[in-house]
């Protein structure tokens, strides 16, 4: 009698919740309806295993349609091609991208749409297509696949080019250049000592710049104080090459003057005394041809009587 009563327990509870999802489906239908959509077309260049028809379409998150057709595109066999139902008076502008998501951890796939552009002018329908086209994006597990392919190509080519640089013949002119070190590291470990006395050196060196630079600021004095008394040396010698200059200048103006006042009576002196020796000449000359001349003069006397002249 208690397994009779299990099995309509049962029944009772399969009949409720068929009625259950039906009315369900016919709330959801009906809601749908009353509902005022408008189709977009979107074209995905990748897979879209797990994407049914009447999956939902979120605008960021938000659900504001429908995927009511899946098929491929018949000018582009490596695409997909979608048709989205979205509610009258979603803001669906060129700037509208579309992208698989899955939601969630039970993996649900649904088309993600985003603005790129909060100013963007509205989607229209371009020539050649039924429905406005939103640009698509490509999803996350391709943006993945694709960063993995290019790591993985990276990885090879670094492999390559360390195969390329190890080679045999790089490998031996490592391997002699390690050799080279150890030697070298030997050469300096034998000749300890020597360095040991080049580093006392050094430090004799530095120490004795370290007592010039401390004495570097009284020299620099001493330059200083030096440099000043030239500085007047010069200041002095230049005064005194002025007062030269200006004393040369009165001594040529004085001695200009002196020609200037002197020499024309010194000519008319030496004229007057050229004139005064030609005179002396003269008489010099006359009193020798006539002596006389001293006692009677140049005139001579009226003779007296019985004289001739």
Partial sequence: MESKVNYTLVGLFVIVLGIAAVLTAYWMTAARHDKVYNKYLV?????????????PVKFNGVTVGYVENIQLNINNPQQVRLVLSIEQGTPITTSTVATLMAQGITGITYVGLK?????????????????????????LLVQLDAAVRDVTTDIKDISNSFKNVFDKQNTQAIKQTLQNVQTFTKTLSDNSKHMDQMIK?????F??????????????????VTLHKVQDMTSSITRASNQFNKTMTSSRAAVQNISNQAVPGAVGLI??????????????????QNPSVLIRGRIAPTPGPGEKR
């Fill in 43 to 55: 074209f995905m260049n990748e897979a879209v295993a797990g994407l049914n028809s009447q999956a």
């Fill in 207 to 224: 120490g004795n710049a370290s007592k010039a630079s401390k004495d570097l600021p009284n020299v620099m004095k001493q330059v200083n």
């Fill in 115 to 139: 603005a790129k552009s909060a100013h963007a002018p509205t989607l229209t329908k371009r020539p050649g297509h039924q429905y406005p086209v939103i640009t698509s994006e490509p999803s």
């Fill in 271 to 288: 004229t007057r005394l050229d004139s005064v020796a030609n005179n002396l000449q003269a008489v010099s000359k006359e009193l020798r």
């Fill in 201 to 205: 050196h050094a430090d004799t060196l």
